[in-house]
């Protein structure tokens, strides 16, 4: 598999720790991280969480250009946010905070929104380009599973997030086709100001949609010819087994984020 295929959320396979933990203490890691980062408001915690962030990366044995791959569809969001937060509305008055500061000030707590914003999205692929689907889907239908007794539909669910998990690829490589080729048939796409490429995007979200309802359609038709109905009387092929390295490195990590909110 060449590096540059691999699209964001698409899962990368390789050999590592990290890819052969359980997707469940994988789960319990995550969220633990994401409140780490949700409580950064700082440079100095920011840098604290990135290094972090490497770290997996690396004992994931992830390439560089998977993960850069992955940061591409977050800059807008991560643009979007360091001006919204950079130029704060004030009771209905868009104007800059820099009245009570200096602009200085305004610039580092837009740079510290879109720096919490950038990590939380990082993390939060870590999970798919680590996990194979059906290991995904077998997490979070053992992470619901105790609701299920109150009648929650746990396998449901969990096929419906693994379903949408491996969409994001899909749709991210048919938006890169359709935007191609409505450029070379001379459409304005990035032409004019922001609201002129918005409206111009039009053309792209049309068929979009359409290949959506499609893919959709095809899917379901796929899982009713192969005799699908539901989680009820399923078995799995390779059944979920916690390992004591899983229980290891999932203390490890709780004891680190704690670590981590006790020195804030």
Known sequence: MAFASVSMGQYFPVKSFVHSMDPRAKMVSLAAVIAAVFSSHDPASLAVCAAAFIGAAALARLPVSVVLRSCRPILFLAALTFVLNACTPLWGDWEPTVGGGSFAAALMTGGVAAARLTLLMLFAVLLPLTTSPLSLADGFEAAFSPFARLGFPAHECAMMITVALRFIPLLTDETDRITKAQLSRGAPLDQGNFVRRMLSFFP???????????????LAAAMEARGYSGGKGRTRLHPLAWKKSDARATI?????????LFWK
């Open 204 to 218: 792209v979200l049309i068929p979009l949609f359409v290949i959506i309802f499609r893919r959709a359609d095809e």
């Open 252 to 260: 490890f990590v709780l004891a680190a984020v704690a670590a981590f």
